[in-house]
């Protein structure tokens, strides 16, 4: 399963929506290995195949990202299930 992510618009989120970033949630953004503050949209979900398809490491890599699979910080547990439900119900 994968989310629809935003790097932008952190501010005005919606039920559906979380953010993890920096300056709020310093812990969890180690954690997940976030390069940027993100915003999660559990209104759109997308399943995609584990492949070099969609998870290959780009030929011009001028941050050094690699692609890798989060892990999310217990202190992010209830915004996650609470934007997901929100998500769900609407």
């Known amino acids: 399963m994968t989310l629809r992510i935003f790097t932008w618009h952190l501010m005005r989120l919606k039920t559906s929506e979380v953010t993890i970033t920096q300056a ?27 492949s070099d398809r969609y998870f290959k490491v780009p030929v011009r890599n001028p941050h050094g990202n690699t692609p890798k699979l ?13 934007a997901y439900h929100a998500a769900s119900a609407s």
């Open 70 to 82: 989060g892990k999310l910080h217990v202190n992010m547990l209830s915004a996650v299930e609470a």
């Open 24 to 50: 709020k949630n310093p812990a969890a953004f180690k954690l997940d290995g976030l390069a940027y503050d993100t915003k999660f949209d559990f209104k759109v979900i997308v399943d995609f195949p584990w």
